[in-house]
């Protein structure tokens, strides 16, 4: 059974930084993609960045609100993905989902499903 | 970037009921659209991709249409399961976005 569990959420104060980990079983880690999806209390869901399978050289996508701040990272050896979060804001505020993804990528990447997904973990951003 | 609008935002329907959910897209996607069902506490749950494809395991009565910048999710005959809130998702392109949502409410 393919799974993923999220864990490392918590509360942090602004501008302080946290790690997220994903942990992969049920699949060849190292031959899909990775995302990271955010929903923010009551609301709809947020891509963040998206990191590509080795075979597409592991090279990452940013959403423009977390560009800079947040780096996507993974380790094929523990099947284990990372979101690292740096300068955090209030509005970083979510539970945060971990999920395989699927693309086709040369010059840019289409077709980029989202299945299956972890259970998510809550980043509260609060003083 | 692709914006993704979804009609309407809710809806209140009883079991058995036929409803129709609708997604367009700011510019063409050809039929690079997903859509997600999510309950409360729990996390999005892939239904349909490519516009028109069943996921694996998922009912008959969810079915997807669509393409270019209009797609549709249609649930014929609601089950008590099936209320619950619905994203489509376009996959055409970076960055990937998501549709507000529609939540599926008990009439």
């Known amino acids: 059974e393919v799974q993923l569990v999220e864990s490392g959420g918590g509360l942090v104060q602004p501008g302080r930084s946290l790690r997220l980990s994903c942990t992969a079983s049920?699949?060849?880690?190292?031959?899909?993609?990775l995302s990271w999806v955010r929903q923010a209390p009551g609301k709809g869901l947020e891509w963040v960045g998206f990191?590509?399978?080795?075979?597409?050289?592991?090279?990452?996508e940013y959403a423009a609100s977390v560009k800079g701040r947040f780096t996507i990272s993974r380790d094929a050896s523990k099947s284990i993905a990372y979101l690292q979060m740096n300068s955090l804001k209030t509005e970083d505020t979510a539970v945060y989902f971990c999920?395989?993804?699927?693309?086709?990528?040369?010059?840019?990447?289409?077709?980029?499903?989202?299945?299956?997904w972890g259970q998510g973990t809550l980043v509260t951003v609060s003083s | 970037d692709i914006q993704m609008t979804q009609s309407p935002s809710y809806v209140s329907a009883s079991v058995g009921d036929r409803v129709t959910i609708t997604c367009r897209a700011s510019?063409?996607?050809?039929?690079?659209l997903a859509w997600f069902q999510q309950k409360p506490g729990k996390a999005p749950k892939l239904l349909i991709y490519?516009?028109?494809s069943l996921e694996s395991g998922v009912p008959s009565r969810f079915s997807g249409s669509g393409s270019g910048t209009d797609f549709t999710l249609t649930i014929s005959g609601l089950q008590p399961e099936d209320f619950a809130t619905y994203y489509c998702?376009?996959?055409?392109?970076?960055?990937?976005?998501f549709g507000g949502g529609t939540k599926v409410d008990i009439k």
């Open positions: 999920t395989r993804t699927a693309a086709y990528c040369g010059a840019d990447c289409y077709g980029i499903w989202f299945d299956p």
């Open positions: 049920g699949f060849t880690f190292g031959d899909y993609a």
């Open positions: 990191i590509r399978s080795k075979t597409y050289g592991g090279t990452t």
């Open positions: 510019q063409g996607i050809s039929t690079w």
């Open positions: 490519a516009a028109s």
């Open positions: 998702q376009q996959a055409n392109s970076f960055p990937p976005s």
